[in-house]
Structures are given as C-alpha cells and as structure tokens.
C-alpha cells in the first residue's frame, strides 16, 4: 500500500456540486496537508492539521473545509465548487520534525 | 514575492549531461527538501537536507546555509530522469512548507 492514497484520482463535477477528495496514510504521522498545483505556481497550502483536533487555514483556504476524521485520515471538501477550483490537489504528511515528507499521488480535479 | 526561488524553469539536456539546479530562500528553515515529480503528478521526496551534502545514486544535493542557496545535481543524466524537480524548505518555526515553482527537465536519448 502506498504510505499516502488520495481517493479519487480524477474527477469531473459540474459547477455547484460538492465534491469531497479523501486522503489517507499508513506513516502514522501527525501532520497532514492539502495543497493545490497550478501550472507555473508553486503547491499553495490549503489547510493543514497537526493532530485530530487541530485544523488552520493555510494561504488559499477560502471556497474549502476540512475534516481530520482519524489520526490517519484527512479530507478535503468543495462546498460549491467554481471553475477556477480546477488544479492537481495533492495531500501530505511529515513527522513533527519535519524531516520527512510523502505526498499522495495527486487528484486531478476539473469542474465545468 | 515568493520565499523559494529555482533555476531554470526548464530545462534541456542530452542524455550524459551533467545537469544543476538551483534553489534560493528567503526565509528561515529547519530543512530543506528536494522532490521529484513526473508526468503521471505524483510527487515523491528524494533528499531532507539541513546541511551539507547528501548523495543517492547518480543525484546529489547541497546546501548553503549561509548563503540560503541548494543545488541538485544529476551525474550522467538519463531519460528516465525526465521530471518536475521541486524545491521546498520548512520554515524555521515548523510550521509550514513553502515550494519553488519547480524546474522542466528533459533528457534526450
């Protein structure tokens, strides 16, 4: 199994829907993380969580929310999503230390 | 203005190069990660510095920390090293990662 698996991978949903991207991981990290890729911008923070019931806004929160349901899961959810939502969302995880980082695999999210 | 800066933003090469990148920071770090991401959008890490050099394989990494500047070399370049190479650097409080916008690489056969 892969240390960090995002569900889903892809996704199409139209303007208006709610869309909920699951990450979940086997490091037994603390930390968790959503960013988001955009072509010629580096991975921007949406929201972090450094334990259960820890959350905070990260640079580009606005148009999102977060659940940190388990130690091991955090997901992300669009509660209308808009056009300009459209990126490659990855999750995270480190150590409190910071000296390692696993990323998902990525979902690649298009609202039309 | 963004706190991490890499150069160039693409890069072309032929298969055998020698190839550099670099990473310039503005803010205070704690550590400093190189990453790898190919064209599928996974992102995986390949070195944590905090000082000095490490070395994997035919990549090797340094870091300046004076100088707030790393590189990530690539000896004898290969094809399959044909990927997105990000740069980022956690803060010095801990709390938060920032990245480059990342550096093209292609390598020709």
């Known amino acids: 199994d892969a240390d960090v698996t995002q569900t889903p991978r892809n996704r199409i949903t139209k303007t208006g829907k709610r869309i909920m991207l699951e990450c979940s991981q086997t490091k037994g990290h603390d930390r968790m993380y959503w960013y988001r890729q955009d072509p010629g911008l580096g991975l921007r923070l949406i929201y972090y969580s450094f334990d259960v019931k820890d959350i905070n806004k990260g640079e580009i929160s606005d148009g999102y929310s977060v659940s940190r349901q388990a130690q091991a899961k955090f997901s992300l959810s669009l509660e209308s999503a808009i056009p300009n939502q459209t990126a490659l969302y990855f999750c995270?995880?480190?150590?409190?230390?910071?000296?390692?980082?696993?990323f998902g695999q990525g979902t690649r999210l298009t609202v039309v | 203005k963004n706190e991490v800066e890499q150069s160039p933003q693409n890069l072309t090469a032929q298969e055998g190069e020698f190839i550099t990148i670099n990473c310039s920071y503005s803010?205070?770090?704690?550590?400093l990660h190189w990453l790898q991401q190919h064209p599928g959008g996974g992102i995986v890490s390949l070195f944590m510095?905090?000082?000095g050099k490490k070395k994997h394989g035919r990549l090797i990494a340094t870091i300046n920390i004076q100088e707030k500047h790393s590189s990530l070399h690539i000896t004898a370049s290969h094809p399959r090293d044909s990927a997105v190479y990000i740069c980022?650097?956690?803060?010095?409080?801990?709390?938060?990662?920032?990245f480059g916008t990342g550096t093209s690489l292609t390598v020709i056969p």
């Open positions: 980022a650097v956690r803060s010095g409080t801990g709390n938060q990662f920032y």
């Open positions: 510095l905090s000082s």
């Open positions: 995270a995880t480190s150590d409190s230390a910071g000296l390692s980082a696993f």
């Open positions: 803010v205070g770090i704690s550590a």
